[in-house]
């Protein structure tokens, strides 16, 4: 019943580099987010975007979505060893909030 | 603030024993959650809570039990603990009643059954 996938599922890049990961997901929305997780730590609510924007910044993120594609894409510009983390975009479901499984991201110091 | 806690933060039962899991949030929110994560998955809903009084299904609920004891607290409960049961569980609230607002979480009860 997952209504969002991330992709790709892990990704390592170089401190100062970009990272990008992309959600895809089934249904109409109203909104998406994303959130981040470190390891052994509850998720942490970064961004929303609704379904009438296309793009959204905050600090070093930026975020898009594509209603007619279903999809959304999260950007983090030069990436640091603290961005190191699991990212997941929540889209709507029939239980509340659907999350996907995940983008494990590794910031290479 | 404190935010969402979550308590025990780690716990091991053995097949068949009950357990109860707390949460408790502190900044008035009227909707709480809880979640399973299974490793390699993302979140999934248990049982979820509107407003105070008022609880619902999410997408597994089976072998859980709920009680939105007032707004401030959500506890879960495992009646009869099975090793399939064996996950990190968050607890979340959030503001409004739509399920649509931004979520905040607890740091989470990483539970094994034996």
């Known amino acids: 019943s997952q209504q969002g996938e991330e992709d790709p599922q892990a990704l390592s890049i170089q401190e100062g580099e970009n990272a990008t990961m992309n959600c895809s997901y089934k249904?109409?929305?109203?909104?998406l987010q994303w959130y981040r997780q470190n390891s052994g730590r509850g998720l942490v609510h970064l961004i929303l975007?609704?379904?009438?924007?296309r793009e959204k910044h905050s600090g070093r993120l930026r975020v898009t979505l594509d209603t007619s594609k279903k999809s959304s894409s999260l950007l983090i510009t030069a990436s640091r060893a603290a961005d190191t983390a699991s990212y997941f975009c929540?889209?709507?479901?029939?239980?509340?909030?659907?999350f996907g499984t995940g983008t494990r991201l590794k910031v290479l110091a | 603030n404190a935010g969402v806690t979550q308590t025990p933060k780690f716990q091991v039962l053995k097949t068949g024993q009950s357990m109860t899991l707390q949460c408790a949030q502190d900044?008035?929110?009227?909707?709480m959650y809880w979640y399973r994560q299974d490793p390699g998955m993302g979140l999934r809903l248990i049982y979820y809570?509107?407003?105070?009084?008022?609880?619902d299904k999410g997408e597994v609920p089976n072998g859980y039990n709920v009680s939105r004891l007032n707004k401030r607290e959500f506890s879960l409960r495992l009646e009869s603990a099975a090793p399939s049961q064996t996950s990190v569980y968050f607890c979340?609230?959030?503001?409004?009643?739509?399920?649509?607002?931004?979520?905040?979480f607890g740091p989470g009860t990483r539970l094994t059954v034996l």
């Open positions: 975007i609704r379904s009438n924007e």
């Open positions: 900044m008035n929110h009227n909707s």
């Open positions: 809570s509107a407003s105070e009084g008022t609880t």
């Open positions: 979340a609230s959030t503001p409004g009643t739509s399920g649509r607002d931004e979520q905040f």
């Open positions: 249904t109409s929305i109203n909104n």
């Open positions: 929540a889209t709507e479901g029939t239980y509340k909030y659907i």
